[in-house]
């Protein structure tokens, strides 16, 4: 059984800091590689960041880094310079595969989401 659970987020004041985690368990967690997914209330879940499951990764924000550890089958995101615009419930997901994607739609395993609030 594959399972995916964020946590780390919360409340914060913008400008703040925050890390979020995802703990995967039931796959060879480095056989995948792995996306970050946030969405906002009445908005589409969108990508916000990918790594391949060697830890390589492209996805450049200046704000948002994101970073993996196969030992502890865990992907991380960090998150600085938050805005009120990065408010959101943010998801973790799994992509069989070296590559990562872009697309909600090819991603196949989900965490339940984290709630991040940015406040003013």
């Known amino acids: 059984q594959v399972q995916l659970v964020e946590s780390g987020g919360g409340l914060v004041q913008a400008g703040g800091s925050l890390r979020l985690s995802c703990a995967v368990s039931?796959?060879?967690?480095?056989?995948?590689?792995m996306g970050w997914f946030r969405q906002a209330p009445g908005k589409e879940r969108e990508f916000v960041a990918g790594i391949s499951g060697s830890g390589y990764t492209n996805s450049v924000n200046g704000r948002f880094t994101i970073s993996r550890d196969n030992a502890k089958n865990t992907v991380y995101l960090q998150m600085n310079s938050l805005k009120l615009e990065d408010t959101a419930v943010y998801y973790c997901?799994?992509?069989?595969?070296?590559?990562?994607?872009?697309?909600?739609?090819?991603?196949?395993?989900w965490g339940q989401g984290t709630q991040v609030t940015v406040s003013s």
């Open positions: 039931g796959l060879t967690f480095s056989t995948y590689a």
């Open positions: 997901a799994t992509l069989r595969g070296t590559w990562y994607r872009t697309r909600v739609s090819d991603y196949d395993y």
